[in-house]
């Protein structure tokens, strides 16, 4: 009946390869706290999770709505824009995440992606910001989880893995649902990265 309790059992069975499950639980969790903002959020996380990626939208979409200052649906609603390959507006969430977390460096970043995606596409918004990242020095100023992001979207497998390292393991968690770690999910390296940091394979 706890609904805290609730919610942190979903978020790990969702983050662990079980959203199915996860689902089921976190309306529970909705039903015991129907006012909690962090529970709607893991319920879009949830349904990314489970391939509801419309769906997801549609949750943090409300929640923004709501309240426009609230940082952290920006950040899955830029994995629901990856996700659905609307590059541009993928980039337009990073950017209101940054901007609302004062993160400049990770700004700049938006900025070459926006520059690489008009000149080559996903490839090219991909390319340029890894490039940014590493050109002008930002590689320590991005949010840590984000340098996993931004590295694994270009197809860096081992400097992914290795950044993952320095993220806390409730963020890290995150490359299960995040789409720019779609395909390095199925790479042996990869895998293998994951036990050694033992965290879930999924």
Known sequence: TNAQTRHLYASALALSGDPNIALAEIEKAKYANPDSRSIRVSEAIILLAAGHAAKASERLEELIAHEPQFRNPYRFLAFVRLASQDYAAYLEALEKRFELTGDAAGLRVVLAGRSGLAAAGRDGMAASMVAALQEEALEDKVEPYFRAHFHALSGETAKAA????????????????????????KEDYFQDALRNMNLPVI
């Not at 290795?162 to 395909?183: M, N, Q, W």
């Open 162 to 185: 290795e950044c993952l390292k320095s993220v806390a393991t409730r963020h890290a968690f995150y490359y299960s649902i995040d789409p720019a770690f779609a395909g390095l999910r």
